[in-house]
């Protein structure tokens, strides 16, 4: 199976996450989104993969070849159609059928398996596409010819519905469920790491090699923690939690939130709700809000609008290389943009873009 991997675009909406990153690139419990979505194939013939943000760092990820597979990359503005994205790759296909994926998803290898079984037929969920679509020789022909758009092409395929998992990635907060859905199927305990007396660990989880749980400690699956860590002493670290490579958590509480690579909280502080950047430092007392009191469901402002989230909790959006002096308080909601930093006590009641 021929794979054209859809991973040029910005993402705008899920930023602060994806100001310096296409969506492909965040991680899913230590993959990539689309090193995750192409693990899913038994058998890959080629994978295209359009380019056009970042692209540097998608090639440097990728390399030439993925699972025995060529990697073969076609540039294209982050701002094109569908239209000219079919026709900028038709050079590289010789009439026949292929699969198409956008990278701003994650797909589970249940359902790309249904649907690369079955030519001529797209992923749904609740009667929605999701951008996976099995694409025949003629299907590509109708775009390239100009007889019918996408849109056309891809509301004539056949509905796969999906059966296991599809998570859209168009929101910050959905890229935190992402993680939370695939963290809560995880089964047993796979501990590669140096475990102290004294620690606890409850319930699944996974811990990667080189970290290390220092005495006192308590973890509280499911919960994925990568290479590399420290955690504690006197962490704790609550359910639904998913820890990049490299992190450093000392007297930190952690819930239903993703920490990004390179992370670092040495003292007392906390999150939950939230997704905090790569290589981000959390200052002595730095506090994520997450609860409105009147218990109803928050709002946050993407790209210049008031977006409802449909969460009744929901916590702080940090992008990478944030340092937040001690005493820093978020507001739920609030996103800092990669680089910036707070006073010391501050409290962010708005969005920090510089």
Same mark, same amino acid.
């Given at each position: 199976?021929?794979?054209?991997?859809?991973?040029?675009?910005?993402?705008?909406?899920?930023?602060?996450?994806?100001?310096?990153?296409?969506?492909?690139?965040?991680? *899913?419990l230590g993959q990539t989104v689309i090193q995750h979505n192409l693990s899913a194939f038994e058998s890959l013939d080629?994978?295209?993969?359009?380019?056009?943000?970042?692209?540097?760092?998608?090639?440097?990820?990728?390399?030439?070849?993925?699972?025995?597979?060529?990697?073969?990359?076609?540039?294209?503005?982050?701002?094109?159609?569908?239209?000219?994205?079919?026709?900028?790759?038709?050079?590289?296909?010789?009439?026949?059928?292929?699969?198409?994926?956008?990278?701003?998803?994650v797909f589970s290898p249940v359902d790309i398996e249904a649907v690369t079984a079955k030519p001529g037929t797209r992923?749904?969920?609740?009667?929605? @596409?999701?951008?996976?679509?099995?694409?025949?020789?003629?299907?590509?022909?109708?775009?390239?010819? @100009?007889?019918? #758009?996408?849109?056309?092409?891809?509301? *004539?395929?056949?509905?796969?519905?999906?059966?296991?998992?599809?998570?859209?990635?168009?929101?910050?907060?959905?890229?935190?469920?992402?993680?939370?859905?695939?963290? !809560? %199927?995880?089964?047993?305990?796979?501990?590669? *790491?140096?475990?102290?007396?004294?620690?606890?660990?409850?319930?699944?989880?996974?811990?990667? !090699?080189?970290?290390?749980?220092?005495?006192?400690?308590?973890?509280?699956?499911?919960?994925?923690?990568?290479?590399?860590?420290?955690?504690?002493?006197?962490?704790?670290? %609550?359910?639904? #939690?998913?820890?990049?490579?490299?992190?450093?958590?000392?007297?930190?509480?952690?819930?239903?939130?993703?920490?990004?690579?390179?992370?670092?909280?040495?003292?007392?502080?906390?999150?939950?709700?939230?997704?905090?950047?790569?290589?981000?430092?959390?200052?002595?007392?730095?506090?994520?809000?997450?609860?409105?009191?009147?218990?109803?469901?928050?709002? #946050?402002?993407?790209?210049?609008?008031?977006?409802?989230?449909? !969460? !009744?909790?929901?916590? *702080?959006?940090?992008?990478?290389?944030?340092?937040?002096?001690?005493?820093?308080?978020?507001?739920?909601?609030?996103?800092?943009?990669?680089? #910036?930093?707070?006073?010391?006590?501050?409290?962010?009641?708005?969005?920090?873009?510089?």
């Amino acid at each position: 199976m021929k794979v054209i991997c859809h991973a040029a675009g910005k993402s705008i909406e899920c930023h602060p996450h994806t100001i310096n990153r296409p969506a492909a690139l965040l991680k *899913a419990l230590g993959q990539t989104v689309i090193q995750h979505n192409l693990s899913a194939f038994e058998s890959l013939d080629e994978i295209i993969i359009l380019k056009g943000f970042e692209a540097d760092k998608i090639c440097e990820l990728m390399g030439d070849e993925f699972k025995g597979a060529k990697v073969t990359y076609v540039d294209i503005a982050p701002e094109s159609s569908l239209e000219d994205c079919f026709k900028a790759f038709a050079g590289n296909l010789n009439d026949e059928d292929y699969l198409f994926m956008i990278c701003e998803a994650v797909f589970s290898p249940v359902d790309i398996e249904a649907v690369t079984a079955k030519p001529g037929t797209r992923l749904v969920k609740d009667g929605q @596409g999701c951008c996976l679509l099995h694409m025949t020789a003629q299907c590509h022909a109708d775009i390239i010819s @100009g007889n019918k #758009t996408v849109k056309d092409v891809a509301a *004539a395929l056949k509905p796969v519905e999906v059966q296991d998992y599809w998570f859209s990635l168009k929101y910050p907060w959905n890229y935190l469920e992402a993680n939370v859905e695939l963290v !809560r %199927r995880l089964e047993g305990q796979n501990i590669l *790491a140096e475990v102290e007396t004294g620690a606890t660990i409850k319930g699944p989880v996974f811990i990667g !090699r080189d970290t290390l749980i220092k005495a006192n400690s308590y973890i509280e699956g499911p919960v994925f923690i990568d290479e590399d860590c420290v955690i504690g002493p006197f962490a704790y670290i %609550r359910k639904d #939690t998913v820890i990049g490579k490299g992190v450093q958590l000392g007297r930190m509480e952690v819930f239903d939130s993703v920490l990004m690579d390179g992370f670092t909280s040495k003292h007392v502080s906390y999150a939950a709700h939230s997704v905090i950047g790569e290589n981000t430092n959390f200052g002595a007392g730095t506090i994520t809000a997450d609860y409105r009191h009147d218990g109803g469901n928050h709002t #946050t402002i993407v790209n210049g609008d008031k977006v409802e989230t449909g !969460r !009744r909790k929901l916590g *702080a959006f940090i992008g990478d290389n944030v340092h937040t002096a001690i005493g820093t308080l978020l507001y739920p909601g609030r996103k800092m943009w990669p680089g #910036t930093s707070s006073l010391p006590g501050e409290v962010v009641m708005k969005d920090k873009l510089e």
